[in-house]
């Protein structure tokens, strides 16, 4: 089984940044990372896509965090990062990463923990 591992969250005020990070461990032997994404949930409210990142590295962003956050990966460390700035109070909420593993031919989409952002006014 593959567990994808998340860092970085916290509490932040607003115009502060931080950074996310997103590890794939376990039995990641043989596997072919495809589509990397991070997607948040705030309280009352249904979980979003925040970016998304393909395996070849184009990257695609919701409208409310464009220009201010940036999706990137290391694929030899099986690793994605969300940098965040400009951050609002607005984009408090848990974070997910989420990534779609080929496997033996098999596509099977993994989410992580969530790790908690929170952004003071």
């Known amino acids: 089984q593959v567990q994808l591992v998340e860092y970085g969250g916290g509490l932040v005020q607003a115009g502060g940044s931080l950074r996310l990070s997103c590890a794939a461990s376990?039995?990641?032997?043989?596997?072919?990372?495809?589509?990397l994404a991070w997607y948040r949930q705030a309280p009352g409210k249904q979980r979003e896509l925040v970016a998304a990142i393909t395996s070849g590295g184009t990257t695609s962003y919701a409208d409310s965090v464009k220009g201010r956050f940036t999706i990137s990966r290391d694929n030899a460390k099986i690793t994605v990062y969300l940098q965040m700035n400009s951050l609002k109070p607005e984009d408090t909420a848990v974070y997910y990463c989420?990534?779609?593993?080929?496997?033996?031919?098999?596509?099977?989409?993994?989410w992580g923990q969530g790790t908690q952002v929170t952004v003071s006014s």
């Open positions: 989420n990534a779609n593993i080929l496997r033996v031919g098999v596509r099977d989409a993994y």
């Open positions: 376990g039995s990641t032997w043989g596997i072919y990372v495809m589509g």
